[in-house]
């Protein structure tokens, strides 16, 4: 496996690669990988030949209040774990070489970054499609692979490959959670043991909406109110909000439609945490895992 921090370089192991008639793949994170990036790892390699994972912790997608230096950054752990899924490739670039002297270019999509993630957090997509775009020019891949976890991001990635005619299949994997159903997240070991119980509540929101629409309760008001007030039932959450919204457009939906994606947001003790659920109505089965 080649650990590189150079553009040069990954263009040149990415050339030779192509050269050999490879198809590249890319799998974007900020490190701290844990099993939910292992497995975007593992489809990206099973639809690729060469597999590059790249690590970057993102100053532009954190806002001034949050956790950009205490963001954890295990790169050791990081490289082993890529060593041992066959990865071909990783990339670390440094901040000034991302976000050089003068640097002003940024991509950033009208609408979609506006809703949800975006009334919180309102320059963080737009350090989110930047990057995004960069690594994309840079490594130029044939597939990349995204997690359904951060469904916003996805929809937007999605969104802007197929508006910018960017030459890329954009595959989205379902979300890896714990055995108890805790999506999974470098974020998670901020929580205490305490707060780790009650942020189960975000994925009981989930699934409280998608067994009371599955029963066919159509009062999305009335379930998007039970979803915060459970989540506010638990000590240390505080939730920030709980929709249920038309797959694509995110656009929060009045009445049940064949398919919809239930989402919610909540800070639990100091971390701020995201979850959703695809749910499709005529589906029997319960999506756990997705
Ligand atoms: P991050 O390092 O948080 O930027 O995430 C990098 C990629 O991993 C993104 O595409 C995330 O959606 C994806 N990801 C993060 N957590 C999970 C998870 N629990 N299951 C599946 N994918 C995930």
Redesign the pocket.
């Known amino acids: 496996m080649q650990v590189v921090e150079t553009v040069k370089e990954v263009r040149k192991a990415v050339a030779e690669a192509r050269a050999g008639g490879e198809w590249i793949g890319c799998?974007?994170?900020?490190?701290?990988l844990?099993a939910?990036?292992m497995?975007?790892v593992e489809d990206c390699s099973e639809r690729t030949d060469f597999v590059v994972v790249t690590i970057f912790v993102n100053p532009t997608q954190f806002g001034p209040n949050e956790d950009l230096s205490k963001y954890p950054r295990p790169l050791e752990d990081d490289l082993e774990k890529c060593r041992e899924a066959g990865v071909d490739l990783v990339y670390t670039p440094e901040v000034p070489a991302m976000y050089p002297e003068g640097f002003e270019t940024y991509v950033k999509l009208e609408h979609l970054p506006k809703r949800l993630e975006g009334e919180h957090r309102p320059t963080h997509f737009r350090g989110v499609t930047t990057i995004v775009t960069k690594l994309f020019n840079i490594v130029q891949p044939d597939v990349a692979?995204?997690?359904?976890?951060?469904y916003q991001?996805?929809t937007l990635i999605r969104r802007m490959v197929r508006d910018l005619d960017m030459p890329i299949e954009i595959v989205v994997?379902?979300?890896?959670?714990e055995a108890d159903g805790l999506?999974?997240?470098?974020r998670n070991i901020y929580l205490s043991d305490d707060e780790r119980r009650s942020a189960l509540s975000l994925y009981a929101s989930l699934q409280l909406a998608q067994d009371r629409i599955k029963a066919g309760d159509t009062d999305l008001t009335g379930i998007r109110q039970a979803m915060l007030d459970l989540m506010a039932s638990h000590s240390h959450v505080t939730p920030d909000y709980a929709t249920i919204a038309d797959v694509d457009s995110l656009e929060s939906l009045d009445s049940p439609v064949p398919r919809m994606v239930a989402l919610v947001a909540a800070t639990v003790g100091q971390t701020r945490l995201i979850d959703n659920l695809v749910i499709d109505i005529h589906s029997r089965r319960r999506t756990h895992g997705a």
Do not use: I
């Open positions: 799998v974007p994170t900020m490190g701290a844990h939910g990036h497995s975007l692979c995204f997690g359904q976890k951060d991001q996805q994997c379902p979300t890896v959670r999506a999974l997240s470098s």
